[in-house]
């Protein structure tokens, strides 16, 4: 892994230094493979010129660089974000994000892209017909950071949940109902694959899950100031929710049913200052 910024060499070695950073920060002078991989947050230039006061301008300042205005320091920036690269260094997967205080996490990233590793330990929980491992990608959290939750679901043996698409059919379709709560902006829930059941006294034949998947949840704790403010000073942050789902086996259905789950995440300060340089 590494990162690249239009940052001096000085800058990134007293940032690394700073923070216990051990992976590899590249110095990008004058922008140049910023340029080159179509990066370049113009908007900077933009509000630094002639249309500075235009509303629109900084509006998109706002959005994609700073909720306190641009700085002369700031020209050069890129856009955040992360590429995946294979061994010959094509660009496998790229992730962005629509606000420049909303970052992906790296273990999130790792998540989305098939990782099946994680340095996070797993609480299993049992319910009726099912067993679930769940895990977030990140046991610490930043305001404006996106992490993702993680449920390993295991149907017992000879049984099945519903898939998306059997709504149509009648049935309850398993999902994650995430508790709601201020700055905790929850994310369309991501459903693997699913497999087509017979079910034969009804002659239907409907998408399920039947061996071991996974489901993912993304979410992000917001960076605006206002949650800053309210997370500010608080040591944690716990997301509660419940898997609902409806179970059946080939003859029966049973009753609809709900584990409840929660993940206790410890909250880390945003970091917003630049290193002072020795010289």
């Not at 000085?10 to 991989?37: M, N, Y």
């Not at 009804?202 to 998947?213: A, C, D, E, S």
């Not at 997301?239 to 206790?264: H, M, R, V």
Request: contains cysteine; positive net charge; aromatic residues 10%.
């Amino acid at each position: 892994m590494a990162t690249i910024s239009y940052d001096s060499q000085d800058v990134l070695s007293a940032f690394s230094r700073e923070h216990g950073i051990t992976f590899t920060l590249l110095s990008d002078p004058g922008s140049k493979a910023i340029k080159r991989f179509g990066l370049l947050n113009a908007v900077v230039e933009e509000a630094l010129g002639a249309n500075r006061n235009d509303p629109a301008v900084q509006s998109e300042v706002r959005t994609f660089v700073s909720v306190v205005g641009v700085r002369s320091f700031m020209a050069g920036i890129a856009y955040p974000g992360t590429f995946i690269l294979d061994r010959h260094g094509r660009v496998k997967e790229r992730y962005f994000q629509e606000s420049y205080i909303e970052r992906n996490t790296i273990s999130s990233i790792m998540i989305r892209s098939g990782s099946k590793s994680t340095p996070v330990m797993g609480t299993k929980v049992t319910g009726g017909h099912l067993e679930v491992t769940t895990f977030p990608s990140d046991t610490a959290v930043a305001p404006g950071n996106r992490i993702s939750l993680v449920l390993d679901v295991k149907p017992t043996s000879g049984v099945h949940v519903y898939a998306p698409g059997a709504t149509s059919y009648g049935y309850r379709v398993i999902k994650l109902q995430i508790t709601p709560q201020p700055y905790v902006r929850v994310l369309p829930l991501r459903y693997p694959a699913s497999q087509i059941f017979y079910f034969k006294p009804l002659k239907q034949r409907v998408p399920v899950y039947q061996k071991p998947f996974p489901l993912v949840q993304d979410v992000v704790l917001e960076g605006t100031l206002p949650a800053q403010a309210a997370l500010r000073g608080k040591q944690n942050i716990t997301i509660t929710g419940a898997l609902e789902y409806q179970a059946c086996d080939e003859k029966i259905c049973f009753n609809p049913d709900s584990i409840p789950l929660s993940w206790t995440l410890a909250l880390r300060p945003m970091v917003f200052e630049r290193p002072i340089v020795q010289r």
